[in-house]
């Protein structure tokens, strides 16, 4: 007696479809998993034997073996316990065969029969239904995460007799719809409208969200730095619906998608304490999830008190800054996860925070060279603005003056950013920050007074090529915010001054 089941494994931000064959024939009693297993998914054994029990469904004393092909994919998690689950039941004559046409299985079982949750529901149906298959099978408490992929027939169960009573009858009966909080995100975002003075470090913040330019703001302690980059999410774009599937797909696979009737519409802000590791921040186990960097994939991530990161952390966003995607290579395969996020970084200027006001900071030179060569001047090149922070004075403080909301910085970056899409229509160019080297020429014209002077600003700020280029891209993000078309000269003076402060700190 043979059966087969269709159900998928996460490998990366993609799906494999994966079959689970069920034989159970006359020869001694053995229960026999094959097919790459880690040591999760050879347990299912155990669990499905003994919910089968539970069950009231009886195993007979013969050889049954499972099959999980390709046999060249390593199959990890727990969703392959109700697949197997079913397989055996079919094989033994509890569910009709053909009922199993074009439907895919998934779930973990616990002991007494209960379909338990499990991670990635959306990229597997997402992969379903691309495959053609035009059911699924699943937990019950997955049942909205599947639902928001359009045209696929979700059958959600919570207990095996339940499934199986189902595939008996032939049909499906819905059940109605749970009510879902959505409040968590939904809540009131903080105002740039709270945050007094400091309006050079709100323009160089509205200049690097305009063009989802790397930003780094130095300064002394309680200056606004983190204030500032908390804010940002209030001035972000919207998300596009490929966007929002994106980013779903991603939270869903490490088990953080909210339970709710659509998809993540808000940009990610994340922002993990300086003692995160590398694993945690690029992602990694010997079956990789998503780290913090694919977490604020088309998103912000922040990262305050910069310096007192571990160096081998720091360096690992150096390429994923650049490709926009991080490739783990593992023994079992190799996995890819997208990474296209936007750097803020916040950091004090020495230990003590108070450098170079000799008044105030007890910092030996050496100390002071020390805590900044934490960050390594590769890192510091892939950033594009950086702005100093300076301490407020009283007038500032308590002024008492009407401050810019939010809702005014977005209009203005919404509309660079539209003048950013026409322009780049039909070339998978986003914003500015994205223009390839090759594309320089083409999008940022300078005439010949514009190359004369950033030929004396590399010379003298001793800049590299994607230095010089970076100035380029942040004063075609100024010239956008302005309105224009073509890069004047205060756009490139100001994109140079947000490059000073590198040559102030580290030069």
């Excluded at 994939?297 to 690992?316: A, N, Q, R």
């Excluded at 995607?325 to 190799?334: E, N």
Aim: charged content about 25%.
């Amino acid at each position: 007696m043979y059966s087969m089941v269709m159900t998928a494994a996460n490998r990366g931000l993609e799906s494999v479809c994966i079959q689970v064959e069920a034989d159970v024939s006359d020869g001694l009693p053995v229960f026999d998993m094959v097919g790459f297993l880690s040591s999760e998914v050879r347990e299912a054994r155990e669990r499905v034997r003994t919910a089968l029990h539970n069950c009231g469904y009886r195993v007979p004393a013969k050889r049954i073996t499972v099959n999980l092909s390709p046999a060249d994919v390593k199959k990890s998690g727990s969703g392959f316990d109700l697949p197997v689950a079913v397989a055996i039941l079919a094989a033994l004559g509890e569910i009709k065969k053909e009922m199993l046409n074009n439907t895919l299985v998934l779930g973990e079982i616990s002991l007494n029969g209960r379909i338990q949750p499990i991670r990635g529901i959306l990229p597997t149906v997402a992969k379903a239904k691309e495959t053609g298959i035009k059911r699924c099978l699943l937990p019950c408490a997955n049942k909205a995460e599947a639902e928001l992929i359009p045209d696929m027939e979700i059958w959600a169960v919570e207990t095996l007799q339940e499934l199986v009573m189902c595939m008996r009858k032939g049909c499906y009966t819905p059940k109605p719809a749970v009510s879902c909080d959505k409040g968590t995100q939904k809540e009131a975002e903080p105002d740039f409208s709270e945050i007094n003075g400091q309006a050079a470090v709100k323009r160089a913040c509205e200049v690097a969200v305009a063009g989802m330019h790397n930003f780094l703001m130095i300064g002394p302690p309680g200056s606004g730095k983190t204030m500032t980059a908390r804010r940002i999410p209030g001035i972000l774009p919207p998300m596009t619906a490929e966007e929002q599937m994106e980013v779903s797909k991603v939270y869903s696979i490490c088990g953080m998608l909210p339970q709710k009737d659509s998809l993540m519409d808000r940009r990610p802000f994340r922002s993990p304490h300086h003692t995160i590791s590398p694993n945690g921040l690029s992602g990694g186990g010997s079956i990789p999830k998503p780290g913090e960097i694919s977490l604020a994939h088309k998103g912000v991530l922040f990262l305050d008190e910069l310096p007192e990161y571990k160096k081998s952390t720091l360096e690992i966003l150096r390429q994923p800054m650049e490709d926009k995607q991080i490739t783990l290579v593992r023994q079992s395969g190799i996995y890819r996860y997208p990474a296209d996020f936007m750097l803020v970084a916040a950091m004090n200027p020495c230990k003590c925070g108070y450098f170079p006001d000799r008044g105030r900071c007890q910092c030996q030179e050496a100390e002071v060279a020390r805590y900044l060569g934490r960050i390594s001047k590769p890192l510091k090149d892939r950033i594009d603005i950086c702005i100093q922070a300076p301490v407020l004075c009283y007038d500032d403080l308590e002024g008492g003056g009407v401050n810019e909301p939010s809702y005014k910085i977005r209009s203005r970056v919404l509309a660079a950013l539209e003048r950013q899409k026409s322009r780049f229509a039909g070339t998978g160019i986003s914003c500015n920050s994205q223009i390839p080297a090759k594309d320089i020429k083409k999008y940022c014209v300078l005439d010949a007074g514009q190359q004369k002077y950033m030929k004396e600003m590399y010379q003298r700020l001793r800049l590299s090529a994607r230095g010089y280029y970076k100035i380029l891209k942040t004063a075609l993000t100024i010239a956008d915010l302005e309105g224009g078309a073509k890069i004047k000269d205060c756009h490139l003076n100001e994109a140079v001054c947000y490059r000073l402060q590198d040559q102030k700190y580290w030069g």
